[in-house]
């Protein structure tokens, strides 16, 4: 497996529980390949971790829908609706008409406003326009329709939660985030797609996130059993320097075949270690946690 047949893969991967992943994880899978020193390994375990929990498709949907030109109305409330397969077509000829810039920019609005259990709908879509600019054309079509199952399962008729909250710094976000970090640390995830994405919003959209996510991240888990188990995290105390922290990561990478989020959590402390290298041993015993965490489901 190589950089070039994963993001293949990735692209004509499919969500089964809900928003697609795949591509994020492509995404993650290229940072912790430069953070290993260049392991090509991550490609095949990157491909491996797709497979536990996205559905591969060969068809290009928006190629086999034939459809009348839409109008700009019509094509949102498509959209908005969740009408498929015409949700295919919509979002290629909006695409087609105005690019992807002008989509990513109507969802990043929604996304920045609303807070969401999990932040899917900021993270993936951060993801998405991320991976958007090193595709060529002839990948435009498989991308086009992920993002359509993706836009459509999270901002049609979703139950977001408006932001009312003020401006908050990101160290206060940061151990929140530390101390309540909510399902295969969703919130360290957030918080680092927000940070890694700061040039692509505005500043209204920055703070408003960071906010939803210190709400979020204050706020009583939406399932209990996301709670940390007190015995096992007493299991991680040790001393996490740079080393152990790294060797730490790649146990939760490549010892485990459970879930892609061992990709993606795995890229996000290592982001984060790189800009907060004081709160190493902090994410160090995260990173232990969720390894003792699959040792016990396996």
Known sequence: ??????????????????????LKAYLSAK????????????????????????LNVAAIFS??????????????RVLERGIYPAAYQAMFQWYETKGFQDIFLHYINIASAN?????HNVTILLAFNCISAELDNKQIPAFLDRFTEF?????????????NGGIVGVDKVLDSCINQFDFYAHNLITLTW???CKSNLTKVQYESMLSNLYMQANSPLADPGDAVDPEIWGQCHQKYDSSVFVDTIKGLVFKFTSNLHQVTLADALCFLQSIFPDRTEE????????????????
Request: charged share 30%; aromatic share 10%; glycine share 4%.
């Open 1 to 22: 497996m190589t950089k070039l047949e994963l993001i293949e893969k990735a692209l004509y991967s499919c969500a089964t529980i809900h928003q697609p992943h795949a």
């Open 31 to 54: 940072y912790l390949y430069e953070r290993f020193g260049k392991d090509e390994n991550i490609w095949a375990k990157t491909s491996e971790l797709i497979d536990q929990s996205e």
């Open 63 to 76: 190629d086999v829908i034939k459809a009348s030109k839409f109008s700009d109305s019509r094509i949102h």
């Open 115 to 119: 807070r969401e259990y999990l932040s």
């Open 151 to 163: 836009s459509t399962s999270t901002f049609s008729g979703n139950d977001t939660k408006v932001s």
């Open 194 to 196: 927000i940070l890694r």
């Open 283 to 298: 994410l160090g015993r995260i990173a232990k946690y969720h390894c003792h965490l699959l040792e016990k489901s396996n």
